[in-house]
C-alpha cells in the first residue's frame, strides 16, 4: 500500500496553514491527515488545523529539517498503520524549515516506496516580497523556491496590479511562470497537488545551504491565564513588531473575555480576527514570537507583553509562563 504525500513549505507567515487547511475543507474525496511542524513550543497551527480536520499530528518545539527529522519519518511510518488509513498525507513544514532537507529524506527509497513525494509545494508571500524585497537574497527562500515543484502565489489581493507585474517578472528568475499558481484561483490545491499523474522527476536541489533554523532563528512563547487589555496589547505588538519575523496565538480582551481572538503578525501586518471555539478556546492568551537570534530582547518583550495583562480584579502580578529556545 502507498500513501502519497504533499509538502508544503514556505517563509515564515507566508500562507502555509491557510493552504493546508484549505486542502483538509475540500478533501476531493480523500481521508487525508495532516502532519504539521510548529517551529514554536505552542501548537497554533495544529489547532487551526484540528477544526477541519481531525487527523492532524503536530510536531513541534523544532524544525522537521533538522532536529524533528526522525519524528517526521516515525509519523509517516506510524499513518501508514493507522486503521483506516489516511488516503493522502499533507506536511506542513515551519516557516523556518529547508524543505529540501526534507524532500531528501522523502525521496529516500525506503520512505519512497509507501509514502511517495507527489508534489512539493512552496507559498511565496506577494505582500511581503513587495514590503521587502531583499527576500529574494536570502539562502532559504531561496532554497524553499527551488526545492518546489510549484509555487504557490499568496496574498495577492494585498498588493496593486503594478506590483504584481513588478514581483511577478522577478519570480521568473526564480521560477518557470506556468509553475506559479495563484492561491485565490478557483482549482482544488487537492485536486492541483495529489495528480493522477506519473511521480514528477526531481533534479536535486543546487545552491548555498541555508542556516540550520535554530542557529538562524530563535522562538519564545507566552502565555497568561487572564484576558489581555485591547489598547495594551497593540502598543506592546507595536513596539515589538521591528523585531519579530512572525507572531501567532490566541488571545482574550478584557472587553470580551468569553470571545478568543486568533492574533497574526507577519512582517509590520497584524490581523486580530475571531478565533473558531473548540481546541483554541481556553480563555487567557498564548503567543508564539519568533526573530532572528538576537534581534530582540526577550525579557522586554515578556516585560511588554505582562504589562498587557489584565490585574483587575485581584490586583496581583499577572499569571504567565515564557518557554524560550
Ligand atoms: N489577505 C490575505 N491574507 C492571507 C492569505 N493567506 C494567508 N493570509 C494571512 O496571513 C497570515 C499568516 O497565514 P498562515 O497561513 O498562518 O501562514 P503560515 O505560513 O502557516 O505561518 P507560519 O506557520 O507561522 O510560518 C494569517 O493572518 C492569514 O490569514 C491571502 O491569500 N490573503
Redesign the pocket.
Known amino acids: 500500500m502507498t500513501i502519497p504525500v504533499v509538502l508544503v513549505a514556505?517563509f515564515?507567515?507566508?500562507?502555509?496553514?491557510?493552504?493546508v487547511n484549505e486542502m483538509l475543507r475540500r478533501p476531493d474525496g480523500r481521508r487525508i491527515a495532516a502532519v504539521v511542524n510548529?517551529f514554536g513550543a505552542i501548537d497554533i497551527?495544529a489547532d487551526l488545523l484540528r477544526q477541519s480536520s481531525d487527523g492532524v499530528v503536530s510536531l513541534r518545539n523544532g524544525c522537521i529539517c533538522c532536529s524533528l527529522q526522525g519524528d517526521l519519518m516515525r509519523t509517516l511510518a506510524t499513518l501508514i498503520r493507522r486503521q483506516p488509513p489516511p488516503d493522502a498525507i499533507v506536511i506542513?513544514t515551519?516557516?523556518a524549515s529547508d524543505p529540501a532537507e526534507i524532500v531528501r529524506s522523502l525521496l529516500d527509497p525506503v520512505v519512497y516506496a509507501a509514502t511517495p513525494l507527489e508534489t512539493a509545494v512552496t507559498?511565496i508571500d506577494a505582500r511581503h516580497l513587495a514590503d521587502r524585497p531583499a527576500l529574494f537574497d536570502d539562502p532559504l527562500w531561496r532554497s524553499q523556491v527551488a526545492s518546489a515543484d510549484i509555487c504557490v502565489l499568496?496574498?495577492?489581493?494585498?498588493v496593486d496590479e503594478a506590483g504584481l507585474a513588478a514581483l511577478r517578472a522577478v519570480l521568473a528568475r526564480f521560477k518557470a511562470q506556468h509553475l506559479i499558481v495563484d492561491?485565490?484561483d478557483h482549482l482544488s490545491p487537492t485536486r492541483r497537488f495529489f495528480s493522477e499523474n506519473e511521480p514528477r522527476v526531481r533534479a536535486p536541489s543546487k545552491g548555498s545551504m541555508p542556516q540550520a533554523a535554530d542557529e538562524r532563528f530563535e522562538t519564545q512563547s507566552w502565555s497568561s491565564e487572564r484576558p489581555v487589555v485591547l489598547a495594551a496589547f497593540q502598543s506592546a505588538v507595536a513596539r515589538l513588531a521591528p523585531f519579530l519575523l512572525?507572531a501567532?496565538g490566541v488571545v482574550t480582551f478584557t472587553h470580551e473575555p468569553g470571545r478568543p481572538m486568533l492574533f497574526?503578525l507577519?512582517g509590520s501586518r497584524a490581523?486580530i480576527v475571531p478565533a473558531q471555539t473548540g481546541p483554541m478556546d481556553r480563555g487567557g492568551a498564548r503567543l508564539v514570537l519568533i526573530a532572528e537570534r538576537g534581534r530582540l530582547d526577550w525579557e522586554d518583550a515578556a516585560r511588554l507583553l505582562d504589562a498587557s495583562v489584565d490585574i483587575e480584579p485581584i490586583r496581583s502580578a499577572p499569571s504567565r509562563r515564557v518557554d524560550r529556545h
Open positions: 514556505g515564515l507567515g507566508a500562507g502555509k496553514t491557510t493552504l510548529d497551527d506542513e515551519s516557516g507559498v499568496a496574498k495577492t489581493d494585498l492561491a485565490g512572525r501567532k497574526q507577519v490581523t
